[in-house]
């Protein structure tokens, strides 16, 4: 373990790299930042904690380099539970902490999976009056594809399997990866 990390032996194989992240990011970031040159008031971020926090930390350094100005705002919803699969049920664990009417919001996502999430959000963002609300979402599973969700900004569309790694959790660990990864099945056997 003396080179490597305690997660890597946990790890099946790796879906995108690190420098995979770094270089969409980037790309992502001048593609937000070119449509949004006129935005009134510069962007508002609007993290869905926890998974995107390390994608907004990175998102919103590459936005920095572009412009326009930026703010951040944090909001927690749940529909997963501590393992694998989705609850259906979308519930406020933590909401904005001010008004967003007249905004130019962009919600940061991890990743857009049944679209659940996102097309709930999308909603409650858009009845609280902003002037505008897109979406940049690191991944999407084909599933997402199903749902009316409209994500302007996609990282990368990966396959329909469950991935742990930056910001990314399997019952809350695995999200400071670098990467994202599948683990491996015996991780699942031994939680
Ligand atoms: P959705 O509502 O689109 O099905 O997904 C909601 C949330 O579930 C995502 O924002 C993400 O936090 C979590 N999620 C979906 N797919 C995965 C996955 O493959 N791995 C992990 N760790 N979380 C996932
Ligand atoms: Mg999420
Ligand atoms: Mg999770």
């Known amino acids: 373990m003396a080179d490597g990390s305690w997660y890597d032996a946990d790890i099946d194989h790796v879906i995108i790299s690190e420098e995979q992240i770094r270089e ?9 930042s070119a449509d949004h040159a006129d ?9 869905v904690l926890k998974g995107a926090v390390m994608f907004m930390a990175d998102f919103a350094r590459a936005l920095g380099n572009h412009g ?27 909401d904005l902490d001010r008004d967003i009417t007249g905004r130019h919001v962009v919600v940061v996502e991890d990743i857009v999976d049944s679209g659940l999430t996102l ?33 302007k900004y996609v990282g990368f569309d990966i396959p329909n ?19 994202v990864g599948v683990l491996k099945p015996e991780v699942y056997a031994r939680s």
């Open 161 to 179: 399997e469950f991935v742990v790694g930056y910001g990314l959790d399997f019952a809350e660990r695995y999200r400071e990866l670098p990467y």
């Open 39 to 47: 935005a009134e008031g510069g962007i508002l971020l609007v993290c």
């Open 68 to 94: 326009p100005s930026t703010e951040m705002e944090f909001m927690a919803v749940s529909s997963y539970g501590q393992g694998t699969t989705t609850s259906g049920v979308v519930r406020i664990l933590k």
């Open 24 to 32: 969409k990011i980037a790309e992502l970031a001048k593609q937000v």
């Open 119 to 151: 097309s709930w959000l999308m909603k409650y963002l858009q009845s609280r009056s902003a002037a505008s609300v897109e979406v940049v979402a690191l991944f999407r599973k084909p599933d997402a594809v199903k749902v009316q969700v409209p994500v």
